[in-house]
Structures are given as C-alpha cells and as structure tokens.
C-alpha cells in the first residue's frame, strides 16, 4: 500500500472516528467545505476526476471565492471552477484502502462575475495566474489519492463512470463485492483449461480497460481460438471464485534451450493489486518446469506498467535491461526485458 493510500485512509479514519461503513453521506456545506481544505492541505499527493474534463488532473488545493470554489492544479498552472458543494460521499472500504475515495456533488456557476474571476497559485502573485475552465452546470467529481486503483489509467472510463453514477456504477458494485470477501482473493482462484467457448471472455476483459495504454500482448501470438493449446504456446485460464477473470500462459516455447515467454492478463480491473497475478504466476511457473520442461522464463514489459513490473519481480523475475521502442513519430516507449531460471 503506497503513503498516500494509507494516509488518505488514516485522514478519513481521523475525520469520522469509529467510521467503519463502506459508505457516508452528508449535506452540510460547511462541514465539506472543512473536510475538503483538511484533505488537500494533508500534505497527501491527491488526484481529481470531473467527466467532462479529458485528464486525470492533479489536486494540489480548493480556493473557495464567494459561490464558488476551484480545483488548483499548480504544475500545468490550470484549475476548474465549480459552485460550492451540494453533497458529499466518503467511500472507505476497511478490506482495501486502494479502492477508497470521496465523490461530491456540486452546483453551477452561474452569475458572470464568477465565470470571469482569476485563481492565483499559492503565493498570490499577478504571474502565477491560474487558466480556468469553468463549469457552468451541476455535476459531480472524485478525490482520491496517488496509488489508488482509480489512479491507473487504463480505467478512465471506468473510473468517469464512478463519478457520475455513484453506487450505481459498475466499479462501485465491484468495490463492494471484494470488500466483503475480504483480503483471500489471492487464494481463492484456480487455474484452469481452456475450451473454445471460453473465446468471447478477451472482448469483454478488453472492454474492461484501455489495454493498447500498458499492455500489447493480451493472448498468445497465433492464438487458436478453436484449439486453444499449440505447440507455439501453453494457456491457462485463470478462475475466481466461479467466475473466469483472466489467463496466463508461455509461448514462443524453445524445447532445444527450455525457454519460453510469460504472459499474464487479468480482464477483471477490480481485482487489480491483490496478489492474483503473483498467484497465477507463480501456478504457471510450476506448469512450465514439470509439465513442459523448461527451465527458464523471460517477459518483456513496459516500464510504465508499474504495477506489471511490480507483479513479476514478485515473482522473482529480475530486471537484466531496459530497450526504448520508438513509433513512427519519433517518440518512444521504454520497455523493460526481465527474466527467471525455474
């Protein structure tokens, strides 16, 4: 759990002692308006979600002017305008503290004065004007911290469709459903075979999450839906509780150098950071050296899914060099090439 998860999850403990419900709701602007400066002057590092915007923006303060208030974003020199606070949720899931985080409810702007007032950074000087954009209707945005789930990108639209529908999203129903289980999702899963019927399952974990974002390889190169299984490659489905939620597997599999490539997806984006990949690896990894008789592993990864680098290291994978990939417009990506002796 990263220091900002744990001390959003200390703060919110702190603002509503023996506060132990997944959900509070309150109404009181004065008291919202108090609990917001609390959090943004926490000292947390803290991030912003309104679905209209076309980013995740970064939360650095609230400055409160009159009938409005503005979400300070001080490295692009940007905030957003919204009316004050009509209503608050704090949901705080005592089993994971990663998928907490706070929802509010606010007003329009509405008078002229308002929509052309300036926000100045923290110091008040003339040059450090802020742009804003200003939101003229009602709606909705989320507040959570650095390390959260809600924090990777791949489920920006997922995480739009928490700000806007609350407890009637599908992340929301998601939250819900861990929480009660508990911490045993790790131990709760199998690793199973696959069979054709099992094909449609990569459209929908692919509709879950931005996989073209962190991830490229999503099932084995040359991957036969019919048969499943080839000598290019070996896949397993992987099972939580009694719901099929991703797959792991090797391929480019060398029997003359006993080598092969690991490849894991979880489609589930709710049960992201709770060690079932670590699992899953880890089965496979027994898979590979008894079944197939290899010896060594290798996974070639981008740098920026950390939480994928995170996971095979766990594994024991080691990091022997990092390779950029450039595109056709000159950028590029740096990947990182990890291997394993099994």
Known sequence: MSGDVQGFNCLIGDLFPGYTDIVA???DRSVTVGILKKMTGAGLS???????????????????????????????????????PLRMVVARFPNRP????????????????????????????????????????PGWF????????????????????????????????????????????????????????????????????DTNMFQTNV??????????????YY???IQHGSRKIGAVWVEKISQRTATAELGLLIGEPHLWGMGIGSRAISEMMKIAKKDLDLNFLWVSVRESNQRAV????????????????YKADGSYQMWVHMEKLI
């Open 98 to 137: 990663i998928h907490n985080f706070i929802r509010i409810n606010y007003d329009g702007v509405l008078g002229p004065e308002d929509r052309g007032k300036k926000v100045f950074c923290a110091d008040g000087q003339e040059n450090a004007v802020l742009k804003v954009r200003v939101m003229e209707n």
């Open 46 to 84: 803290l991030y912003s979600v309104i679905p209209s915007g076309k980013s995740l923006k970064k939360l650095d303060g609230i400055v409160m002017e009159g009938s409005t208030m503005a979400l300070v974003d001080l490295k692009t020199r940007a905030a957003i305008r919204v009316g004050l």
């Open 25 to 27: 709701e309150m109404s």
């Open 219 to 232: 099932r084995p190169k040359n991957f036969s839906i019919a048969k499943g299984q080839s000598d290019e």
């Open 235 to 237: 896949l397993k489905l």
């Open 310 to 325: 995170s996971c095979y290291q766990r594994g024991g994978f080691k990091i022997v060099r990092k390779v950029p990939v």
């Open 142 to 209: 989320v507040i959570y911290p650095s390390g959260s789930l809600l924090s990777d990108q791949r489920l920006d639209n997922r995480v739009r469709d928490l700000v806007v529908n609350g407890r009637e999203s599908t992340m929301f129903k998601e939250f819900m459903a861990i929480d009660e289980k508990g911490n045993s999702s790790a131990q709760m899963i199998e690793i199973i075979d696959y069979t054709p019927g099992d094909a449609v399952l990569w459209e929908q974990w692919m509709g879950n999450m």
